[in-house]
């Protein structure tokens, strides 16, 4: 089995409820969507046997129990099963990030992603499938529409639902009047948003 692998790579975990912790990306080509906002370059570098990607993840985090983050592009259009079997059997701990198109390996997973996008079903969907959910909001609001968005997380009540900007790769920032829009959501119902900023490109991480 081999993998389409953009990137395999050690750095700093930007977004969500892991931010600031570090981790191994493994970063796989292809998606099955095809964003406006997309900021991700998911072109093939080359195709990696499961040994290659082991080889690359020890190298660059060789403890056990450490977080590997399987990304994209979107990774589930892959057969995961074959990969995550290898990690875990080394002690790693597994994150992945999807737009939540496909759930079926989900459940391999130590922590689930969803950062959902058009046009994903949110009919397969049980409330326990992701540990968190991320809303991209331009400058118009949210990208998925308010009352879409309010159904599907009222259906996940134990996940964590954060807000993040879009950003704008035309000018290496967030889009503008994004956060804006964020502030005033979270003023509005407290309890139930966070802003996920993605501290990895505020700091030029990679
Ligand atoms: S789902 Fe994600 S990776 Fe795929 S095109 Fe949209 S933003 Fe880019």
């Given at each position: 089995m081999s993998y389409p692998v953009v990137e395999v790579f050690r750095s700093i975990q930007g977004e969500g409820a892991h931010t600031g912790m570090g981790v191994v990306f493994v970063r796989l080509?292809?998606?099955?969507?095809?964003c406006k906002f997309c900021d991700t370059d998911y072109t093939a570098q080359g195709y990696w046997s499961v040994n290659e990607i082991l080889?690359?993840?020890?190298?660059?985090?060789?403890?056990?129990?450490?977080?590997?983050v399987v990304t994209g592009g979107e990774p589930t259009i892959h057969r995961l099963t074959p990969l995550v079997d290898q990690l875990k059997a080394r002690g790693y701990q597994l994150q992945?990030?999807?737009?939540?198109?496909?759930?079926?390996?989900?459940?391999?997973?130590?922590?689930?992603t969803c950062s959902p996008k058009?046009?994903?079903?949110l009919d397969?969907?049980?409330?326990?499938?992701?540990?968190?959910?991320?809303?991209?909001?331009?400058?118009?609001?949210?990208?998925?529409?308010?009352c879409e968005v309010e159904g599907f997380i009222?259906?996940?009540?134990?996940?964590?639902?954060?807000?993040q900007p879009v950003w704008?790769?035309?000018?290496?920032?967030?889009?503008?009047?994004?956060?804006?829009?964020?502030?005033?959501m979270i003023e509005r119902e407290p309890g139930?948003?966070?802003l996920s900023v993605q501290m990895h490109k505020l700091l030029k991480l990679r």
């Open positions: 080509a292809h998606c099955n969507y095809s080889e690359a993840v020890k190298s660059l985090s060789p403890k056990r129990g450490s977080w590997i992945i990030e999807t737009n939540g198109s496909n759930v079926h390996e989900l459940r391999l997973f130590d922590w689930v058009k046009p994903m079903s397969e969907w049980d409330s326990d499938t992701a540990q968190e959910f991320k809303f991209l909001v331009g400058s118009d609001g949210l990208v998925l529409g308010e009222a259906s996940c009540p134990l996940a964590r639902c954060y807000l704008d790769m035309s000018t290496g920032a967030m889009e503008k009047g994004a956060l804006g829009k964020i502030m005033e139930k948003w966070q």
